[in-house]
Each structure stands twice: as structure tokens, then as C-alpha cells.
């Protein structure tokens, strides 16, 4: 990372927007794919820039093969609520695969649940994080929500359900490979896919149910922060010091 970026990525720390996006205007417009998914950012968030959405669209999409997936991840969010483009629902699926396959967490979290729901929902559990210097409060805002009404709500009910079928076995698939990524700067993200890991086999979904793994796999989120571990652990009664020599949890309190 040259200098430039780090001081452009220092001024956005420092709430100094204007500079900041700027500077990555300039990068970008250099060819730097980083700056370039920066600048997007801003136009996206309507930071330091006017809110133009359509352009921010241009940007992300020439970062779109950035290792991580921000852009694409970003990229699927615009054609979900039609912010700067018409939305696409078969489109955001398609760059949300591709954001998963950069390594995003947040997008493997939410193939997740598109696959055991079957329905383009709305990313209520994931945000706006794969910028380092945003913190995670940022998770928490209204840039997810549903922009805008729809003209037909009917029709986009049938829509958002019409881009895959639920598969459980492909909700597994991304559930596991969220609860193994590297949980730097998105440890909560992780922790969350490893419960929704877990609760795979507890539930049998797309996996054999086996209450004794789940159980295992539970205490493990529950180590790493998901505080939904934490409640399913306290609610069955299962305790660290209740694991057998095996490593296997003894059957749960009824």
C-alpha cells in the first residue's frame, strides 16, 4: 500500500472527507483499484462528495476484483435497492457469489441465508464493514434498508423469491466457510457463521443432524463472541466442563 492511499485512508479517519475523497479520485483515476473502491465509497455514503450512487457504481465495479469483495459486495447492495441502477435481484445474487469468492464474510453470511430461505431478504445481519477504519457501529445503519417503495409489492415478493430455490446444502456449504475465515477486524461476522455453523447440525440442515458436533461447534461460537451461542448454550444447560474425554458433549438437559 503506497503512501499516498494511507494518507487518504488517515484524512477519512480523521472525518476529513473532503480530502480524503479527493485523494482518491486522484488515485483512482491513476488506476488504483483500492482508491478507486474508496472514492466509491464516499459517493456511495455522501461523504466529502454529493450522493451519486450511479457513479459510485462505476467505481466499485472497477474494483470489483479486489481480494475481500468489498466492491462486489457493495456492487450487489445497489442492485438490491436499486440505488443508482434499476433493481436487479438475479444481479445482486450474481455479484454477492462473486463478493463470496473474493473471501467477503458478510456476503458468504447472506448466501447463507438466501439458500435456507429461498428469498432475497433484506441483509439486516451484515453491514457496511469492509473498510478497516469504519467502525462497527457502521454495521448498524439505514444504508440497508429497503430504498424507496416498490410499484408492484406483489411482484417483487415473487421476484426476490424467483432468483434461487432454498438448498440447504448450499446453506451449509456457506455457513461453514464463513465460520472458518479469518476473523480479523469481522471476528463478531465469524463468530456468527460459526453459529449458524453449528446450528446446521443441530437442526440437520444440508448435514446429517448431530446434536453432539452442534453442541461442540456452539461452544465454540460461544468462545468466539456470538452472543446467540451463548444464549442457545445457557438455554440447554451445556457447560465446558460437561465434554466427555472424547471431546464430545454429554446429552443435553431436557
Known amino acids: 500500500m503506497n503512501g499516498d492511499i494511507l494518507a487518504a485512508k488517515s484524512l477519512f479517519m480523521k472525518a476529513e472527507y ?29 461523504l466529502g462528495v454529493p450522493y451519486d450512487p450511479a457513479e459510485a457504481k462505476s467505481f466499485f465495479s472497477y ?19 436499486g440505488e443508482g441502477v434499476a433493481r436487479n435481484y438475479k444481479t445482486a445474487f450474481n455479484y454477492m457469489v462473486a463478493s463470496a469468492r473474493h473471501g467477503s464474510v458478510e456476503a458468504k453470511l447472506y448466501l447463507g441465508m438466501l439458500y435456507t430461505t429461498g428469498y432475497m ?17 457502521y454495521r448498524n445503519s439505514d444504508t440497508f434498508l429497503l430504498v424507496g417503495e416498490v410499484p408492484d409489492a406483489e ?17 451449509f456449504e456457506y455457513f461453514r466457510s464463513a465460520a472458518h475465515s479469518n476473523p480479523t477486524y469481522v471476528s463478531e461476522l465469524v463468530a456468527k457463521g460459526q453459529y449458524l455453523y453449528a446450528k446446521c447440525y443441530v437442526d440437520g440442515l444440508g448435514t446429517d443432524c448431530d446434536w453432539q458436533k452442534g453442541a461442540r461447534l456452539m461452544l465454540a461460537a460461544g468462545r468466539s463472541g456470538s452472543a446467540e ?4 448454550l445457557s438455554e440447554h444447560g451445556i457447560t465446558p466442563d460437561m465434554l466427555l474425554g472424547d471431546g464430545r458433549p454429554k446429552k443435553p438437559r431436557k
Not at 20 to 42: K, P, Q, V
Request: charge should be negative; hydrophobic fraction near 45%.
Open 18 to 46: 473532503e480530502e480524503a475523497a479527493e485523494l482518491f479520485h486522484e488515485l483512482a483515476r491513476s488506476g488504483d483499484a483500492e482508491a478507486a473502491f474508496d472514492y466509491g465509497f464516499c459517493l456511495w455514503q455522501g
Open 63 to 81: 474494483a470489483r476484483d479486489l481480494e475481500g469483495g468489498e466492491a462486489c459486495y457493495n456492487l450487489a447492495m445497489l442492485y438490491l435497492h
Open 121 to 137: 431478504l433484506e441483509p439486516d445481519i451484515v453491514g457496511v464493514t469492509r473498510i478497516p477504519y469504519h467502525k462497527p457501529i
Open 155 to 171: 411482484a417483487d415478493e415473487e421476484a426476490r423469491f424467483s432468483v434461487v430455490s432454498a438448498d440447504g446444502t448450499k446453506a
Open 229 to 232: 451461542a451463548v444464549a442457545f
